[in-house]
């Protein structure tokens, strides 16, 4: 089944200790991103990838890492967490940038 | 001005009606348009998409795009409890432009019986 699996589905974590949110996705996409959900706010994108070892910034990068080391896997690491990184995080995957993107389940994070 | 303006809603409306979602736009070089739907607790989902203007029908959808206007449509004809979900526009430019959409904030529809 063709998916895109992100892992921890939830993840309850005090300030300053690293995390790492994983992202896998099984059909062979070029193009991955990641992206946060606030309520009033809606998507947007973090950091996105167009290819192994090529990244780049999106609209709030601040706080965030990424690799892409393997096609298939885009982790998402937090350095250092804060509270106001407490949201919802979606993975993603496409072919390309303006096709259709296809999204993990979410997680959910809570900074403490 | 965001680049892409979405009204959060809610949306409530009884079974049956005709729903019209809209979002506006400020970047002319947007060439792709596509809508989205999310059900609670789940990721995004594409509904439709388009390229340039026109309308596109599937069902019980039809996307409509006005790039004179900058604004977007999605029309749901008989509209049913199962829709009930937020509806997420994006946009972005064609090939040679910019890859990465722009999502708007997202409408919740609530459609009851």
């Known amino acids: 089944e063709a998916q895109v699996t992100q892992n921890p589905r939830y993840l309850i974590t005090v300030t300053g200790k690293k995390l790492t949110v994983t992202c896998s996705q099984n059909m062979n996409h070029e193009y991955m991103s990641w992206y946060r959900q606030d309520p009033g706010l809606g998507l947007r994108q973090i950091y996105y990838s167009m290819n192994v070892e090529v990244t780049d910034k999106g609209d709030v990068p601040e706080g965030y890492k990424v690799s892409r080391k393997e096609k298939r896997n885009f982790p998402l690491i937090l350095e250092s967490p804060s509270p106001n990184q407490t949201s919802l995080y979606f993975c993603?995957?496409?072919?390309?940038?303006?096709?259709?993107?296809?999204f993990g389940q979410g997680t959910r994070l809570t900074v403490v | 001005q965001k680049e892409v303006e979405q009204d959060p809603g809610p949306l409530s409306v009884p079974e049956g009606a005709i729903v019209s979602l809209n979002c506006t736009y400020s970047?002319?070089?947007?060439?792709?348009f596509m809508w989205y739907r999310q059900y609670s607790r789940k990721g995004p989902e594409l509904l439709m998409y388009t390229y340039s203007s026109g309308n596109k029908e599937d069902g019980r959808f039809t996307a409509q795009v006005d790039k004179s206007s900058k604004y977007i449509s999605l029309f749901i004809r008989d509209s049913q409890p199962s829709d009930s979900a937020t509806y997420l526009c994006?946009?972005?430019?064609?090939?040679?432009?910019?890859?990465?959409?722009?999502f708007g904030r997202g409408t919740s529809l609530i459609v009851h019986p």
């Open positions: 993603a995957s496409s072919f390309a940038g303006n096709t259709e993107a296809f």
């Open positions: 994006a946009m972005g430019g064609a090939s040679g432009g910019s890859y990465i959409p722009t």
């Open positions: 970047n002319s070089a947007f060439q792709y």
